[in-house]
């Protein structure tokens, strides 16, 4: 299903370019400084018609980076992302809106087990002619709650607080070829 969009969007179907294109979170950790980590590669997808449009995208939880190794399994564990029986992660939009400087991208996140609307701010740039390829790009930012998700592990520090927030930023900056 497309959805209506009020914001010009070239037509035609564009692909992610692996090698442009990134996924990543970041969280607060005990308060003092933000935990970070990225998906690679990403599969997504931006159909449109000129009237109506459709952003899709997905990455398999597996290929989850972080800084610190011994961090990674507690992520794959169902006290996070479930990666065993919730193998990836996937958006798809419900509507595109806005102007390419305030663009706004509603739609269904699925991840560990759970989807959620989600509504995503950012810009969208292009196209562009490389010469081999035409390209543009879009660039979103959004805050969920993990609980939301069924990510509800926390642990309490000895001085008081909380080891983890709850708001997860997600910021995704995708260049995409016309294919």
Not at 1 to 29: C, K, L, N, Y
Request: glycine share 10%; net charge negative.
């Amino acid at each position: 299903m497309a959805t209506s969009t009020s914001v010009e969007i070239p037509a035609g179907t564009w692909v992610v370019d692996d090698a442009h294109s990134t996924a990543a979170f970041e969280v607060e950790h005990g308060g003092l400084s933000t935990f970070r980590g990225t998906f690679s590669p990403i599969q997504a997808k931006l159909t449109s018609d000129g009237s109506s449009a459709v952003l899709e995208g997905s990455v398999r939880v597996g290929d989850i980076s972080v800084d610190d190794d011994q961090i990674r399994p507690h992520l794959l564990s169902p006290e996070f992302f479930d990666a065993e029986r919730n193998p990836q992660i996937a958006f798809r939009s419900t509507a595109i809106e806005g102007t390419p400087d305030d663009l706004r991208v509603t739609g269904e996140l699925s991840l560990a087990g759970a989807t959620r609307t989600v509504e995503a701010t950012g810009r969208l740039r292009g196209p562009v002619d490389f010469g081999a390829a035409e390209k543009i790009s879009v660039t979103l930012h959004a805050a969920i709650d993990r609980t939301d998700y069924g990510m509800d592990w926390q642990m309490q520090l000895p001085g008081g607080g909380e080891a983890l927030g709850n708001e997860v930023r997600l910021n995704v900056e995708l260049e995409l070829v016309k294919s």
